[in-house]
């Protein structure tokens, strides 16, 4: 076993310790899963760090998005080899996805990115172009995950204005916060560093070669991730395979996680209403609460529309992610319905 910092550096506090009550009389020990293996988890114990696995039972039984990910507190069995996770503790936080839908599936399927988490970095490029109908749909994902979204602008260094970048992206992110980054020269990385204090987690998000295994090196100080070459226009080149949950030497935690392709959004009404705040402030203006915001007399929708208050390409990114939370919603509820009909005639 390695040495690890004690749990309250790792974000252990009295609310973790009420909820593991049950499980310390039961003689399991408190842990928090640092690495995701198949079948397998690098968990951070008081005394060191240890390879647990899922009983057989509980990886048949379990429902995906309920078995352990990088960042869950675990009540580990250390009298087994290897030692097991008897239990995963109620989270506070979680950043899901939908996994991509099948178009033969009656539904998709929930993907648990990270757990607990305090902060939600949105990594992008200032060299990239914006793709503000992309960030939004990350911002989304990181509202309605209940932690506190910040947008990094990576590779500062190569952009001749990146703050006229950085003006774009705050337009589009609403009062989420927004900083330069450039691991070569150290901007940005002391704001970074600011929102992760002792116990704190933070998770990093984003397309593919942004940046972010480098920018958690810089953090730590250390080439502790593998990352790719730069070309000369600034693209980088994926790296990370795997989510791991890093400890910072000033105190606080980062979980590095490979790019997303494809960012499809689980039950985030929450978050499209933060990311959405504009729209959804004028839609509750309409005369109509049923308005379709089409033709109907005193529609605010539309008067922002012909006014040039809202742009279309806005409005148009919002009702696109609209219907697929309320398709996600709907498949849902048909799956569950069926369920408790099958559950039914089995009675």
């Known amino acids: 076993?390695?040495?690890?910092?004690?749990?309250?550096?790792?974000?252990?506090?009295?609310?973790?310790?009420?909820?593991?009550?049950?499980?310390?009389?039961?003689?399991?020990?408190?842990?928090?899963?640092?690495?995701?293996?198949?079948?397998?988890?690098?968990?951070?114990?008081?005394?060191?760090?240890?390879?647990?696995?899922?009983?057989?039972?509980?990886?048949?039984?379990?429902?995906?998005?309920?078995?352990?990910?990088?960042g869950d507190w675990v009540a580990v069995e250390?009298?087994?080899?290897?030692?097991?996770?008897?239990?995963v503790l109620p989270r506070r936080t979680r950043i899901s996805r939908r996994v991509s839908p099948d178009p033969t599936a009656d539904t998709g399927r929930e993907q648990v990115v990270a757990a607990n988490v305090d902060v939600v970095f949105c990594a992008f490029a200032v060299v990239d172009p914006l793709v503000p109908r992309l960030l939004e749909r990350y911002l989304t994902l990181a509202w309605a995950s209940g932690a506190r979204p910040v947008v990094l602008l990576t590779k500062a260094d190569l952009e001749d204005d990146p703050r006229s970048s950085a003006h774009e992206i705050a337009a589009v992110g609403s009062d989420v916060p927004v900083h330069l980054v450039s691991t070569r020269s150290g901007l940005g990385l002391d704001e970074v560093r600011a929102y992760l204090a002792p116990g704190v987690t933070g998770a990093l998000i984003g397309p593919s070669g942004v940046g972010k295994s480098s920018l958690v090196n810089a953090l730590v100080g250390d080439e502790l991730l593998a990352t790719g070459e730069t070309r000369k226009d600034g693209a980088g080149r994926h790296t990370t395979t795997r989510r791991e949950l890093v400890l910072l030497p000033g105190g606080g935690l980062i979980v590095d996680n490979p790019g997303m392709r494809e960012v499809h959004l689980w039950l985030a009404d929450e978050g499209l209403r933060e990311v959405f705040a504009d729209v959804t402030e004028l839609v509750a203006q309409c005369r109509f609460r049923d308005c379709r915001h089409e033709r109907e007399p005193g529609c605010a929708v539309q008067e922002a529309l012909a006014s040039g208050a809202l742009e279309p390409e806005r409005w148009a990114s919002y009702r696109e992610l609209e219907r697929e939370l309320a398709d996600l919603e709907e498949r849902l509820a048909r799956r569950e319905r069926l369920r408790a009909r099958s559950r039914r005639r089995r009675r």
């Open 1 to 70: 076993m390695e040495s690890v910092p004690a749990l309250e550096d790792l974000g252990w506090d009295a609310g973790w310790e009420a909820a593991f009550a049950e499980y310390r009389a039961l003689g399991l020990e408190p842990g928090r899963v640092a690495v995701q293996h198949r079948g397998a988890y690098d968990v951070w114990l008081a005394d060191g760090e240890a390879r647990a696995r899922l009983p057989g039972r509980a990886r048949r039984d379990a429902r995906e998005a309920d078995l352990p990910v990088v």
């Open 78 to 87: 250390r009298a087994t080899e290897p030692p097991l996770v008897g239990a």
